[in-house]
């Protein structure tokens, strides 16, 4: 088990940027995959990117490829997702997740079933 918060969310312009955190608790951490949901009201929660436990892999939604960057510290048990050149349609409440499996990621990562543990989330508000 890992426990998960998130920090870093806010209120930013369009084509601005934010990094989000995620600090987990447990030993293990460095021993799960880790991926970025977000939800927006009246939505289903949807994949955003995963990162393998080693941090050697990535994997990110077709909508956030090239702007977004997710990256992980395990000495510090976190992982981060910076988010460049923001757009009002990525308003939504972000949360993290952790994947017990020590594979490459890929398409499995955007299954919110492959996940045993999330945080709380936070919300990220890009005005136009």
């Known amino acids: 088990q890992v426990q998960l918060v998130e920090s870093g969310g806010g209120l930013v312009q369009a084509g601005g940027s934010l990094r989000l955190s995620c600090a987990a608790s447990?030993?293990?951490?460095?021993?799960?995959?880790m991926g970025w949901f977000r939800q927006a009201p009246g939505k289903e929660r949807e994949f955003v990117a995963a990162?393998?436990?080693?941090?050697?892999?990535?994997y990110y939604a077709d909508s956030v490829k090239d702007r977004f960057t997710i990256s992980r510290d395990n000495a510090k048990k976190t992982v981060y997702l910076q988010m460049n050149s923001l757009k009002p349609e990525d308003t939504a409440a972000y949360y993290c997740?952790?994947?017990?499996?020590?594979?490459?990621?890929?398409?499995?990562?955007?299954?919110?079933?492959?996940?045993?543990?999330w945080g709380q989330g936070t919300q990220v508000t890009v005005s136009s």
């Open positions: 990162i393998s436990w080693s941090g050697d892999s990535t």
């Open positions: 447990g030993r293990t951490f460095s021993m799960y995959t």
């Open positions: 997740a952790a994947a017990d499996r020590r594979q490459r990621v890929g398409y499995w990562t955007t299954a919110r079933t492959m996940y045993d543990n």
